[in-house]
């Protein structure tokens, strides 16, 4: 943390791609802020010192306590005293895409190492169940028992390692879009401050759109159950309406709920509230600049990588399942024939080696909604 003397009006200088420009005070540097001159990322140091850091480090400016690290002290430059930074140009979609890939090559060790805490206790969790399946000890073998416990116990840790996980996504991508490197440990030390936070916010966030999934299932178990109602068909069809329009009312409010949590080191509710607010600015551009239809189309993109990889995995057990559908008409023997090819087909490896793919190639979705986070900021 910067040092901050109360009692001294403190002047800051601001590089921004490449050039000088201050000294100005907080209030100066507020309306910079407003104008969207000035990000988190851009470099910044007291025009009495020599000691760069980010912007997102002035006191009172971001409202950020702490970002991950300061850089090694550098020489001061000659200064555009008096100016203000050029206000910053919106990325394309493209430059937001090839900014993610090329963040991701550049810190692929720290996103890979990031992904090992929750990929590891998972797959741990997966095969221990899959050897307690296979396996022909009885329920009552204390082995049974232990490894039942152990594999709970990596289910448990994954999902505490969840939070770290996202906090660290944030910290790293903030500290190469700046320019800098950070070391694995470091971002892993700033993430877990932010572990209440974020896991606050996880529980809520992942909570309601599990709710919102089961309510789904629930209709669609409306409509088989009274398939022969045309009442009770046209009111699950209503509610359908009513769950996907929540679903969508929701993703909207959450679109940048991780950024302001960790990178304007906002509470709980301010985090909510100022990601709504964020996703539904910009009414005055035209609507595939927004920040609301720029996030839908890249959480599509991910969708449909991820359902790639899911039809790819599992293509000869759907092909299996849609020819039982087409042959078998009693619900309980179709039912009943599902879970006996599922059971019979036991350990996949290519789905467990896509799966592990998928996750590893996870960080790029975080990634592409940190930069659009910037430059939205930018843009309001």
Known sequence: MIPHDQGVTEEWILRVDGREYGPANIETLREWKAEGRVLPANEARRADAELWSLAAEIPGLFNVEALPTVSAPRLIHSTSSGQAPPPLPPRGFEEILTGTFRIYATGFLQFFSLTLLVVLPSVCAQLTAIWMQTGRASDADPRVLAAGGFAFLMFIFSMAMWPVY???????????????????????????????????????????????????????????????SVFVILLALALLGVQIWMFGRFFVNVLFWQQFAVLENAGVIDSLRESRNLARSGSELPWFQRPLWRGVFIASLWFALVLAIALVSEWTTLQHSLNELMTIQDPQTLLQKLTEAQQAHGFDVLSFGLGIVQKILQPLIGIAFVLLYFDSRKER
Do not use: K
């Open 166 to 228: 996202v906090a660290g996504i944030q910290i790293i991508t903030t500290e190469i879009a700046a320019g800098r490197r950070i070391g694995f440990f470091a971002a892993l030390n700033d993430a877990v401050r932010f572990w209440p936070r974020i896991a606050a916010l996880c529980i809520f966030v992942y909570g309601v759109f599990f709710l919102l999934i089961v309510f789904a299932f629930l209709i669609a178990a409306m409509i088989v159950g009274g398939a022969s």
